[in-house]
Each structure stands twice: as structure tokens, then as C-alpha cells.
């Protein structure tokens, strides 16, 4: 049908193969009330309404997919995070040092109004220290009248400060593109070269079992990492031969360096969670199999669905199941996993090592779902017969009709349908689920987008 091939070279030839890269990452740090949040609205192109007013709120989300001058990047927001009063400087240090460490490039803020404070001075050693590059960004500076404001943070010793108002946009534009310059093509943290080892992450809440893991697991045989060849990695990133060949985990540093103690621990937690999922490739999200899933928990396996990653589910601690949680186990799982029936499950036991070689297989299947493609003549084919077998409800009379889909991307799988109206969400879900029935796709997100065509 010659219509539907034009459809296909126009509309599905732009979207294209997506690859897996890892973007360079900036981070906006500053002490409170600089105007992190404002421009790091401004650079997302979000209303100020969602500047949040209320100190200590913790929030999920701490980085966001951004975009300037058609590059793009991933912004690292640790504003809206206000700390106590008490021990202030430190705080901010250290939550400054956790962003700055995630990052390729900083933006410092200060609020030139204020000029520069001590709590400033500290952030700038930790800058130096770091050695990243750095844009100065002199906010509140709404009007020319507060040029000389900016003028006066040359004295940081950080170069030129971009007077900047976050609140009105006014310079924003210099900042971003000395940003963006500033910034690496692909970032430092690694990126996945094909062929080249898979990149893991072991994500959970605190305490779950996630460096007793890691400990097991890198009691495995050592790989020298020059042995494997233009492997970019991080520091942080540990390189383990498991069943003979090479894996990566992500961010092993963060896993280690424990902060539960502070009052930011969630943030931190999350902070890193996050990044780690966004370097990796597929992730295990451990969970505690002797208590109830937390909502934490669910946060988690959210955060990586979101993200596009593989997932596995790692029951951990099962030494210490009692059996008669057992059936409130599985009722647990029929109810707060019902989204993600799809993910793979291993009971394991990090401190005994009980079922930990189980990960591997589960963690191949994850990683073969999420590159599975599935060609166009297959998907049609498939959905033909589905329409067929259960066409869409009607709707005021009418019914649309899929005219024809193809998989836009893999990893994770990403599918586009044509239709002449749009699906009702019951009916993607009912063809998401019919398409796993069909092909598998264990342990992997998919994603299913309509295009509605006349
Ligand atoms: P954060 O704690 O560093 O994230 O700071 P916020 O973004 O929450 O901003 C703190 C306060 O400064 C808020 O009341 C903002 O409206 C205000 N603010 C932020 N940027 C500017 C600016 O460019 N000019 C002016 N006049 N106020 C600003
Ligand atoms: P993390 O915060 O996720 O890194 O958790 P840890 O690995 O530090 O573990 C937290 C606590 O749980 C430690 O006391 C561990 O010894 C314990 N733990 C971890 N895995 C298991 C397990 O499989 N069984 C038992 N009984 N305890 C475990």
C-alpha cells in the first residue's frame, strides 16, 4: 500500500534509532536563596509556580532531561532543598560536593545583591578541588543598575560572572551557551560502547542489602579494566567478571559512601539513585523480602521505569523469611507490583550469597527484552490479527482505526501507531499487554505512542 509506505518514510524515518548515550551532566549548585530553583526553571521552561516554597521538602526528582542549542544534557537540580539553620555551611558543602561529584559541568550561582559570603568562599574551594569546569551565574541581576554587582564576583577567581536574572530571563541565554561550552560531548560518567560490557545498577532504599551485594558480587574474579579495550569508565564504576564476561556497576561509590546518618539522606539517596539508573542499562531494584514493600520501594522501581532501564526485581534477605509471611508475600506482589508483573524476580540472600548467581540469567533476559526488535511486517501482522479478534470500542459513533505501526527505537522498545483517532488508554494497555503475551519482553519497559492521522 503506497499511502502507508510514504506514512512510514515521513513520519517514522525522523524519529530514528535512539542510542543509548549518556549525557553530559549540569549541575546548578549555590547556598539557599541564590535562585537555584528559579533558573533551573527557567532552563526546563517551567512556571514559577513550581519553585517549592516549603523548606526540607524532599523530592523525588532531582534530575531532568534538558536541552539548549540542540544540545542535550542533564540538569542536576539541588535547589528547593532548603537545610536547618544549624550547621548550614556544612550542609550545603556537602550536598554542593554529592552535585558536583554527579557533574561535568557547575553553575555556580550567587546572589550578587548579597555578594559574596562565606558559605560562597566554601563552595568555590570544593569547585577547585573538584577541578570541573565552572560558569559563574551573578543572580538578581534584574537591571542594568546591578551590573556592577557582578562585576564585583570577579574577585571568586572563577572568571567571568554572567550577570543573570533567573526571575525575568534577563542573560540567561550568555550563561547557557557558556555552559553548554563548557560542557564535554559525552559525559565522563562512561558511555555504553556496543559490544562492550553491560552496565548494571543496584538500586533500592537504604539498608535493603545493596553494599552487602556489591561486596558479594565484587568477591567475584576481578577484571583488569585496560583488558578491556576502550572501555570509558568512571572511577566509581566497578568492572566484574560474572560467568565469564565483563559487567559494569554504576556508581559503586555512591553504594558505599554512606550518609544515612544526615538529615538529607533522602536526598542524597535519591540523587544518586537517580544518576545511577541514568548511566546504567538495566538496574536491580532490591527490595526487603522479611518486611512489607514500602512506598520507597515502589519510588524505586518507578524511578527506573521512567528512566527506560531494564529492570529486575531482587528479593533480598530471604534467610530471614518467615514462612508465614510467605502468602502475604505473594498477595504483596499481586497487588503493588501488578505494573510490573513483567520484571524478572530472584529471592536471594546477600550475606549468605543463597541464589545471588541467579541475577546474571535474569539480568541477560532483562538486557535481550530491551534490545528485542521487532520488524514492521511482524508488528503489522500481530496487529492485524489483534483488531481483528477485539477492535477498539466505539466512540460517539465512531471507531479508530490503526492504520500502522512500527518499533521507533529499542532500548527500551518503543512503539508508534497510526490511527485515525486516538486509542483509549484501556485499549493501549490491552495491546501492551497482548504485545508481552506475544513477544516476551521480560524485564523491560515498553512504550506505546499514537500518531493520529486523517
Ligand atoms: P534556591 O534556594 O537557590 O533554589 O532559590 P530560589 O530559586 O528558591 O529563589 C529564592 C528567592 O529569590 C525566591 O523568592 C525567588 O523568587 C528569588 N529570586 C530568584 N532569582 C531571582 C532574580 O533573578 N531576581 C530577583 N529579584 N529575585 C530572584
Ligand atoms: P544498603 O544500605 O542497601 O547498602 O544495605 P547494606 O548492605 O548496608 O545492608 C543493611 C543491613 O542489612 C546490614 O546489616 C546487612 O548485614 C544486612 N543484610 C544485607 N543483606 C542481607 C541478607 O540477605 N540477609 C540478612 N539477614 N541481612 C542482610
Sequence with gaps: DED???LHAEDVGEIGEEPVVVFPVLAVVGRPNVGKSTLVNRILGRREAVVEDKPG?????VSYPAEWSGKRFTLVDTGGWEVDVAGIEARVAQQAEVAISLADAVIFVVDATVGVTETDTQVVRLLRKAGKPVVLCANKVDG???????ANLWSLGLGEPFPVSALHGRGTGD????????????S????PIPDGPRRVALVGRPNVGKSSLLNKVLGAERVVVDSVAGTTRDPVDELVALKGKPWVFVDTAGIRRRVHQTSGADFYASLRTQAAIEKAEVAVVLVDASVKLTEQDTRVITQVIEAGRALVIAYNKWDLMDEDRRPFLEREIEQDLVQ??????????AKTGWHTDRMVPAL?????SWDTRISTGRLNAFLGELVAAHPHPLRGGKQPRILFATQASTRPPRFVI??????DPGYRRYIERRLRETFGFEGTPISISVRVRE
Excluded at 510490573?340 to 540472600?349: C, F, G, K, L, T
Excluded at 497510526?418 to 486509542?423: D, E, P, R, V, W
Design 418 to 423: 497510526f490511527a485515525t483517532g486516538f486509542l
Design 364 to 368: 541477560e533476559r532483562a538486557l535481550e
Design 144 to 150: 542594568p543598575a546591578g551590573e556592577a554587582d557582578a
Design 57 to 61: 521538602v524532599t523530592r523525588d526528582r
Design 4 to 6: 502507508l509506505a510514504l
Design 175 to 186: 550563561l547557557l551557551d557558556a555552559a553548554i561550552d563548557a560542557l564535554p560531548e559525552v
Design 340 to 349: 510490573v508483573q513483567w520484571a524478572p524476580r530472584v529471592n536471594i540472600s
Design 188 to 191: 565522563a560518567h562512561g558511555t
